[in-house]
């Protein structure tokens, strides 16, 4: 468990249902996760991650009504809540600062 | 979404049952959602061409189960997830599997073909001998049936039965005699020929296998018609009476007399052989055609034993007391032994052969596995060392040589079904029931187990053998080649040349033995010669003047037909299955010492022509001619045997008188000797004796066989053969069609095929026991790849090297002959009791396939010592 936080496949879930918008559900997920990293990304593994999420309150659920792709199957849609919003803009304030920093040390390093 | 598109309905059901399984009580969290996951998955990868779809479609379905419906702290409590995780893990083990397969292409070839070959075979065996020689006969309690060889009959009412006080002893629920033959039965468009069986009313009783429709006949309907009753198979009821539900009503022509339909038997019922219709035993005397010798057949009670009803037995022919019957008494015998002693010869040998060919088969797959893990070892040594429980390595060995097994398994399972089928097809002649041997749920059964115990022995053996020394212990000894390895796989190595030894010299014997018996001289020529046979009822042809006739029309008419270059006839053709007629024979003015045996032969009426067309030699005299009519003086022929019997001096028997009878004694003249003819073929022991009479003096009974000696195709000859007959007697049907060498050939065929089959078997062993000889040596000497580098740079002889590593082959090869000569010896002796006159264990022959293993041990061991030591010491030394 990574307690509140993010973890790096936790965070690939969140940007992907952010950047779904509405039709954030677990196929889709799973295909952009799939097709964008190159990974073998397991349908599971997605809804385990959506779990968590929800569980941090980063995401939050409810049942849509299925399409006939689905075989008329109803669905459950994701989406980021506030918090979640939040929680990604800190870990890339974080990923920043510690970018610019690597960045400042290598070039006194070279002078 | 197109119908197409979805996946299986079975699989969503599965899905779904699984789900609600995972789900449990959070069932609010709906199965159906993830069901809809699955079904878009499905049809996406179906849009794009995906080929593995049931593949994917179980892995997406295999993470939905591990991963959906547990909180994600309390996943590890979770009832469900062990188990899941462990499904996982197998899982992950199988894909290891098959990936270790695909990278070592030839030993996974090597190992799937021995071992689907070793599956298919004894599958293809085990199954025929369960079908012939255990599955249990189709009747109730089958095994308290019981034939009783050398029983006594009564013939009251003008009846033959087995005698009263045997059907009245209290040990027996049911005592019938039955005979088989075969009748005319006329009224359909074409007269019919039948397969009927002669039985007593007790047959139905100790049979206790209930009428279809109807019952079987009783002693008081037998009394009541006079006989005039039949029971027919569910066969001949649909076949020609068009399964007519009120058959009872309707009556048989038989032998142009008119029977009562009594009742019809169940499907599947034609004991003995394919009879297709059952008659009391006053029936008709003609049924059995030339003689009537016939079984008995018992049920023993519920609660007595088998040797209980044979004391009974005893007990009865004591009291009975018969001094003037020279054989012994009664002597009961199962059913079941009795039907297939003929066949268990065969069989035996050849499920031995199978044995032997499946134990070099295992033995070479074990050794390919050993050395395949000997090979990991390390492997497995580094990953105990990090922490893998030994159980989970043994899971793993397990799961890889499960997965061995069900792909050598479903393989060889498919072979075997082609096996059997051909088995099926090709051993009709030689193995009576080899057409009921099909496919089926036992079978299958059969071949699971003998592929699960494959798979237990090659991967838990090793399994636990590798993983047995604690993971400190092997890492601080290295990697290398323990001492207990070796001498698994030095022993396997001599197993193998043991087992393919014995297997060359048995095969070898058998052959001799029946390429021997196969290359015995028949005594007739059936090349060109069409044999037919034709009933005269005792209805129509009452006495010997109308049957004379007969025949004598007959050979004219035949000797007619254009492409007949000669026609004989005579009472019993070789290759039937009528029993003959004994017949005594005397010489007169030698009475017969009281101690001597009696002189029998086997009674057989000929036309002048017989001889000539069936190409049987007469060795002395002249064979009979068209003088020898009735009323002028009797004469008789005889088989060179009978001529030896009769006057053991050697003096010729032509002029000389002989008697014969069956009651009253005759004398008759003997004019010629002829070659002893196989009428049953050269396995049936003792010498053919035979007594030949004309038929115009002896008209046969019942039954008369024609030789056709044609100069074209003798097929052909058929349609013209029977408008021939019917031009005589319309109400006849020509029967039994066959040329005489075929007849020839199936006496010899089961032979031929014996002898191919097992050398087929010889090859394969040797095959199989050179790749064992080769893979268990090249691993040995891949494995000690930098023992020799070392040795090679200290500057060893490569040459000393390379003859050090052929020493070794050489030993264990010798080894394994030394051990294979004695169990050759011992397996030849358990043949002989099985195989008659099998033929001793020669031992030149031996030395000889002691030989041949010894150049392929010295190949199998040359081609990787020659590889080894020319490597290069630094690359043997660096890997």
């Known amino acids: 468990m990574k307690g509140d936080h993010l973890g790096e496949f936790e965070e690939l879930v969140l940007l992907t249902v952010r ?73 890339q304030q974080v990923r920043l600062r510690l970018r610019r920093a690597a960045a400042y040390r290598e070039v006194r390093l070279r002078s | 979404m197109t119908p197409g598109q979805t996946p299986p309905r ?15 009580r959070r069932q609010d969290a709906g199965a159906e959602q993830y069901l809809g996951d699955l079904s878009e998955l499905w049809a996406g990868r179906r849009a794009a061409g995906c080929r593995t779809l049931l593949f994917r479609g179980a892995r997406d379905l295999m993470s939905l189960l591990l991963h959906v419906g547990a909180e994600p702290s309390a996943i590890q409590q979770d009832a469900h997830w062990g188990f899941l995780a462990g499904v996982h893990t197998m899982w992950h083990d199988m894909r290891y599997s098959f990936r270790l397969m695909r990278r070592q292409p030839v030993f996974s070839a090597m190992t799937l073909v021995t071992l689907t070959l070793g599956i298919a075979v004894s599958t293809g065996i085990f199954t025929s001998v369960d079908r012939l020689l255990w599955r249990p006969l189709p009747f109730p309690a089958a095994d308290r049936l019981v034939l009783v060889a050398n029983p006594a009959y009564s013939f009251g009412d003008n009846r033959m039965n087995p005698a009263r006080g045997m059907i009245e002893l209290p040990v027996f629920a049911g005592v019938g005699l039955y005979a088989e033959g075969g009748v005319n039965v006329d009224g359909f468009a074409n007269p019919v020929r039948a397969t009927a069986t002669v039985a007593s009313p007790g047959f139905f009783t100790a049979l206790a296998v209930p009428a279809h429709i109807g019952r079987p006949y009783t002693v008081e309907d037998d009394v009541a018609t006079a006989n005039a009753l039949v029971v027919i198979s569910d066969g001949f009821w649909r076949r020609y009476l068009g399964g ?57 009670k519920t609660g007595v034993t088998f040797d209980q009803a044979q004391a009974a037995l005893d007990a009865f022919d004591l009291e009975r007391g018969a001094p003037e019957r020279e054989d012994q008494g009664p002597r009961l015998t199962g059913l079941q032994d009795s039907l297939t002693s003929q066949v268990r010869p065969t069989l035996l040998l050849l499920a031995i052969s199978v044995g032997l060919v499946l134990l070099v088969a295992t033995t070479n797959v074990a050794g390919l596995l050993l050395a395949r893990v000997a090979r990991r070892q390390s492997e497995f040594v580094l990953r105990r060392a990090l922490g893998a429980s030994r159980r989970r390595l043994i899971q793993f060995m397990a799961i890889d040589a499960g997965c061995h097994a069900v792909v050598a398994g479903a393989a060889g399972t498919a072979l075997s079904v082609l096996v059997l089928q051909a088995f099926s097809v090709f051993g009709r002649q030689w193995l009576p029931g080899a057409a009921a041997i099909g496919v089926d749920s036992r079978m299958l059964w059969i071949a699971l187990g003998v592929s699960a115990c494959s798979a237990l022995l090659f991967g838990l053996a090793p399994g636990l053998a590798v993983t047995a020394r604690p993971a400190a212990h092997a890492l601080r000894g290295g990697v290398t080649d323990g001492r207990g390895w070796r001498w698994t796989r030095h022993g396997l190595v001599v197993g193998q040349v043991a087992c393919a030894l014995i297997l060359l010299t048995v095969t070898t014997a058998t052959t001799a033995t029946m390429r021997r018996l196969a290359s015995v001289d028949l005594a007739f020529d059936g090349r060109g010669v069409l044999g037919l046979d034709v009933t005269l009822p005792t209805a129509t042809y009452e006495g010997p003047q109308p049957a004379s006739l007969f025949v004598d029309q007959a050979l004219a008419q035949l000797r007619a037909l254009p492409g007949v270059a000669s026609v004989g006839a005579t009472g019993m053709l070789p290759g039937d299955v009528s029993t003959g007629i004994g017949v005594t024979l005397g010489v007169p003015g030698q009475p017969r010492a009281d101690d001597a045996p009696p002189r029998f032969a086997t009674f057989l009426s000929a036309t002048p022509g017989y001889f000539a067309s069936m190409g049987i030699e007469v060795v002395e005299g002249r064979p009979f001619t068209e003088h020898d009519r009735r009323g002028s003086p009797p004469v008789a022929i005889l088989s060179e045997s009978t001529a030896r019997l009769l006057w053991p001096d050697g003096r010729s028997p032509i002029g000389l008188q002989v008697e014969s009878g069956f009651g009253t004694m005759a004398s008759a003249e003997v004019v010629g000797v002829v070659r002893n003819v196989s009428l049953r073929g050269p396995e049936v022991p003792g010498r053919p004796m035979h007594f030949y009479r004309p038929i115009a003096q002896h008209p046969p ?38 040329l005489m060498a075929d007849i020839a050939d199936g006496f010899l065929a089961t032979r031929r095929l014996a002898i191919v089959v097992l050398g087929g078997f010889a090859l394969l062993t040797l095959v199989l026991a050179g790749v064992g000889l080769y893979g268990v040596l090249a691993q040995v000497i891949e494995q000690q790849t930098r023992e020799i580098g070392i040795r090679v740079a200290l500057g060893a002889d490569p040459h000393r090297v390379r003859r050090g590593i052929v020493g070794v082959a050489l030993r264990l090869a010798m080894t394994g002959i030394v051990i294979g000569a004695a169990g050759s010896k011992m397996a030849a002796s358990l043949l002989a009791a099985y195989v008659p006159r099998m033929d001793a264990v020669a031992w030149p022959m031996m030395a000889a396939h002691a030989g041949v293993i010894l150049v392929i041990s010295l190949a199998a061991s040359w081609v990787p010592a020659r590889r080894a030591s020319a490597i290069d010491p630094i690359i043997a030394l660096r890997d």
């Open chain 1, 19 to 91: 950047g779904l918008d509405a039709d954030a559900y677990g196929v889709p997920v799973q295909q952009v996760l799939a097709r964008d990293t190159s990974r073998d990304v397991s349908i599971g593994a997605v809804y385990a991650a959506l779990a968590r999420l929800e569980t941090k309150g980063l995401v939050r659920s409810r049942m849509a009504p299925g399409t006939a792709m689905r075989g008329g199957q109803s669905r459950r849609a994701f989406a980021i809540t506030p918090a979640g919003v939040q929680a990604l803009d800190s870990m």
């Open chain 2, 244 to 300: 007519d539900p009120n058959v009872l009503e309707r009556r048989l022509s038989i032998n142009r007399r008119p029977f009562r339909i009594m009742a019809v038997m169940p499907e599947g019922f034609s004991f003995p052989g394919t009879t297709e219709l059952w008659l009391p035993s006053g029936a008709d005397l003609q049924v059995t055609g030339q003689g009537f010798a016939p079984m008995v057949i018992a049920r023993i």
């Open chain 2, 10 to 24: 079975w699989f969503l059901a599965v899905s779904r049952t699984l789900l609600r399984w995972r789900l449990g």
């Open chain 2, 701 to 738: 009974f019942g039954n008369v066989s024609f030789a056709l000696k044609t100069t074209g195709d003798p097929l052909a000859m058929a349609p013209a053969v029977r408008a021939a007959i019917a031009a005589i007697d319309p109400t006849l049907p020509v029967y039994n069609l066959r």
